[in-house]
């Protein structure tokens, strides 16, 4: 029985180790894939391989974008083939056909700008539940291996922050708990603060972050500026901050920066430090994803 995929017109602009996984697997159900930044090598040969972006995506009804994202230009520079060049997404999205779906991890705004202007569906990928959740793993365990690099004492007994608690903010908690951690937790969300509660970290409304700012470690999963120069200025200058927030992440680096403070904007965690799994994931996930929103597209025309 033929996949649902089977000759569909996909095109995957870029991406890492994750995308050419993704790429396989597209290849072995038989969709119509053409490549743009991919290598020509092993099962990815019977894929189509385009250098011009424009081209490749005539006709298709469906465009995957990295899940690593475009940075604030909406520039692709991340691809699987060192040599190829930067993939300017703002150029291609005009040049899609209304109602084409457009797979990002997050999307910036230009993109979304662009995408309402040219009637391009997007779908960002880091907030499809099933990805996410899983992504959630490695994202944690990447953030704090990056915590053992970058400080001297033990995750045991050190004292943590975590802004944010959704689905990453969570999975580090119940990890540096594991660990032996003293741990923070500082959100909005009154019921957030009662499950950290109950995690056993301590709950602090984010609201009244300023109220305390003695932590060997911070970690922040908000992506919108929340550790800003006012607080900043008052924390412990021995801490080391990690960011895991999509760009431009929830930290101001450059007050940072100007503090003497230890601050890392830790992207990609997943293709960084499990790109297998990571890989296993979008395998696992997008095919399927594809298959239900195009289904749903042909039952609304």
């Not at 890492?16 to 490549?35: C, F, I, K, P, Y």
């Not at 895991?244 to 997943?270: K, N, V």
Request: with cysteine.
């Amino acid at each position: 029985m033929a996949s649902p995929l089977a000759n569909v017109p996909i095109c995957m602009l870029g991406g890492d180790t994750r995308e050419v996984m993704l790429a396989e697997a597209l290849v072995e159900l038989e969709a119509d894939l053409r490549l743009v930044g991919f290598c020509l090598e092993g099962r990815l040969a019977k894929a189509g391989h385009f250098s011009e972006p424009i081209r490749a995506v005539e006709g298709c009804r469906a465009v995957i974008a990295p899940m690593s994202n475009t940075d604030l230009q909406g520039l692709i520079t991340t691809t699987p083939n060192p040599s190829a060049a930067p993939i300017a997404l703002p150029e291609v999205i005009p040049h899609l056909s209304p109602g084409t779906l457009l797979l990002i991890g997050v999307a910036k705004p230009v993109i979304k700008r662009l995408a309402e202007t040219h009637s391009v569906r997007i779908v960002e990928t880091a907030d499809v539940d099933e990805i996410a959740v899983l992504n959630s793993v490695p994202t944690a365990e990447g953030a704090i291996q990056v915590a053992m690099e970058e400080t001297k004492i033990t995750i045991h007994g050190s004292t943590c922050l975590v802004v944010g608690f959704g689905r990453c903010g969570l999975a580090i908690v119940q990890r540096l708990l594991a660990l032996g951690a003293h741990v923070t937790v500082a959100a909005r969300s009154r019921s957030d603060l009662a499950r950290a509660a109950v995690l056993g970290a301590r709950g602090l409304d984010l609201a009244k972050l300023a109220t305390m700012t003695d932590f060997d470690l911070i970690f922040n999963t908000v992506p919108a500026l929340v550790l800003d120069w006012p607080y900043l200025r008052l924390v412990n200058r021995d801490v080391v901050i990690i960011d895991i927030a999509s760009s431009p992440g929830g930290t101001d680096f450059e007050a940072a920066r100007q503090l003497g403070l230890r601050a890392i904007h830790a992207l990609s965690l997943p293709a960084k430090v499990a790109p297998i799994t990571a890989g296993e994931i979008l395998v696992r996930a997008v095919p399927r994803l594809l298959e239900n929103l195009l289904e749903e597209d042909s039952y609304e025309s």
